[in-house]
């Protein structure tokens, strides 16, 4: 497994559709893996391919130590309810934003092995969902956010708070 450099805003990179992943290949499974190893790293609990330059249809999530998604094509086939709350991205360093999300998501994906499979996720997994997804579409956060914290806000919630970057 390798570290990958995470691409910062600003980056072309981000803002691309990424291309459905139509064999998964080695190649793959080694993303896969340094994905789940640079998210780790960077104690982040979700991670997007655009996020390390790679222009596919992939996440993975750790919302819960031990507890990993890999998703490759992910689709939400149902959301429902609102949850307000806030977001921060390894690709947005010292920044974070509130934003309105649906309170529960399920996400469908393919995992390493070729399956389809279907997860739902309420509260911050959930959040995690569709701020990883987004990513693939070429959107940030920052972009449907309702607004950003200024750097004292940041500081007060850092103070009392864990950073759960994605
Ligand atoms: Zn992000």
Redesign the pocket.
Known sequence: MAKLNIVKQGDPVLRKNCRVVTEITPRILNLLDDMVETMRDANGVGL?AP?VGILRRIVVVECTPGEVYEMINPTIVEMDGSQVGTEG???LPGKVGIVERPEKVTVEATDRFGNRYSVTGEGLLARCFC?ELD?LDGVL?CDVADRMLTNEEINELYSDDEDDD?
Request: charged share 10%; with cysteine; proline share 0%.
């Open positions: 997007a996020q991205c390894l690709s701020h990513h956060y994605e």
